[in-house]
């Protein structure tokens, strides 16, 4: 029993006994309580006794004697012999009473609760004759039936919302208290700081869920912090791959460069090209790798303030990409203003989603072709960034997609298997952080367009 009682529906089901219990008793009590006390009122009323005289009126005129006594007072007299009434429309004796009486009780009397009549009474005037048993019988009238209703009633109405309040406050509120804290707690499982245990020490089932709770968050933030060990092991692996490969990556695009000096032009030139695309391709896949996992744990663009000057940037992409333009036979051009030209972003951040616009249109790009970097200074404090270029462009239906990370068009899959378009989502990701925006638009009659718009941030600030 104490373990059924220590459970949530245990704990219900005994308030809701306790309840149902203190209003069938308060309603039972009170209503014998009422019947009671009309019963005593009305049996006060009976002749305790005929005396001699009473009683030889009684007998020469029955009939006539139990007359005469109200219409809520019956009082009628019976053959001690055959229990036959003095008047023939009498009630007949009551049974009960009449069993009770014959069994030595004095003045038996009972109440009615489902009758017009309120009770009875019965009392022996004499051993024999026609007045030998006297019944009375009395009516509740409708006040007195009113009241008693009203009265019952509203003791069941109160002591039911007494018996609510009493299992509210003892049952239902400290639950209601506990369930509360174990919904805070719920909020913030898993989080690295500010989870508040609900501390429960009853040993019942919100008790076992509040301990689960506790477990739970100390496994998700154990394997929370293993995660991110793991990724921090990751970022500082590719980190340090990216910075062991980037020097030996660039004195072999120089190596190759100048065999293309010397390369025989029936073939061995074509070879070293595609040599020194390959690596710069390798170099680029590496530093996007590299930038993909900072971005996915958070990394942010503006942070501390940093910022990057457009026009060096513009300068360093141009000179970067073309060498790589003259080995496929296409001019890599760029344009800036003469005066300094500042912009809020991490400038390594800045100068990859640069990078991987004109390295995506040198490497799609075709012999004679021509790119284009072009940096403007709007009137109203902001730039724009465009990337242009005559190569074959991508269908107006891709347009959409290619900032998605995997997706490449048909068309480019089939002129260069490699890449996975890892690098334009790269960009669109970091110019979305910093606040810029990058459009992609189709030129005509080909080619393609890419156009970051942003704000400037004035001069360099101080240290």
Wanted: proline share 6%.
């Amino acid at each position: 029993m104490t373990r059924v009682l220590r459970g949530l529906s245990g704990r219900v089901f005994l308030a809701a006994a306790i309840c149902a219990g203190l209003s069938v008793a308060v309603v039972a009590v009170v209503m014998t309580s009422l019947f009671i006390e009309q019963a005593i009122k009305r049996i006060g009323t009976l002749v305790p006794q005929l005396d001699v005289v009473t009683l030889a009126q009684c007998e020469r005129d029955p009939a006539g004697f139990a007359r005469g006594h109200g219409p809520e007072l019956e009082f009628n007299v019976y053959d001690g012999d055959t229990l036959a009434p003095a008047r023939p429309e009498a009630t007949p004796l009551d049974p009960v009473l009449l069993a009770r009486l014959q069994a030595g009780e004095a003045a038996p009397s009972r109440m009615y609760f489902l009758d017009p009549w309120g009770g009875a009474a019965l009392r022996r005037a004499a051993d024999h004759g026609p007045c030998a048993i006297i019944q009375m019988r009395w009516k509740v009238s409708t006040p007195d039936r009113r009241f008693s209703l009203l009265v019952i009633f509203g003791m069941l109405a109160f002591s039911v919302a007494l018996a609510v309040g009493l299992a509210s406050f003892f049952a239902v509120r400290p639950m209601a208290l506990r369930l509360e804290k174990l919904r805070r707690a719920t909020q913030q499982v898993g989080q690295a700081a500010g989870y508040a245990s609900a501390a429960d020490p009853t040993r019942d089932d919100l008790g076992q869920l509040s301990a689960l709770l506790d477990q739970a968050h100390a496994r998700i933030a154990a394997d929370a912090a293993r995660m991110e060990a793991r990724h921090r092991a990751l970022e500082q692996h590719l980190a340090n791959i990216a910075h062991d490969l980037r020097t030996p990556l660039a004195s072999l695009q120089l190596a190759l460069e100048q065999l293309t000096d010397v390369a025989r032009p029936d073939g061995d030139a074509d070879l070293v090209r595609g040599a020194i695309g390959d690596v710069v391709y390798m170099g680029s896949l590496i530093d996007n790798l590299y930038l993909a996992c900072r971005l996915q744990e958070g990394a942010d663009p503006l942070h501390g303030d940093l910022r990057v000057e457009l026009c060096a940037l513009v300068d360093r992409v141009t000179r970067r990409f073309a060498a790589l333009g003259r080995t496929r036979g296409i001019e890599v051009h760029g344009a800036r203003p003469d005066a300094a030209l500042w912009a809020r972003c991490n400038p390594a951040m800045a100068e990859q989603a640069l990078a991987n616009l004109v390295h995506n249109a040198v490497a799609h790009g075709e012999p004679g072709g021509h790119v284009a970097i072009l940096l403007e200074e709007t009137g109203d404090s902001r730039f724009t960034l465009t990337v242009v270029d005559d190569g074959p462009g991508v269908p107006p239906a891709d347009l959409p997609k290619i900032g998605e990370r995997t997706f490449r068009t048909d068309e480019a899959r089939r002129r260069d298997p490699k890449g996975g378009g890892l690098g334009l989502a790269i960009s669109q990701e970091v110019c979305s952080r910093a606040g810029f925006v990058l459009e992609l638009t189709g030129e005509q009659p080909r080619g393609l367009r890419a156009t970051i718009h942003g704000a400037t941030a004035g001069s360099l600030p101080s240290a």
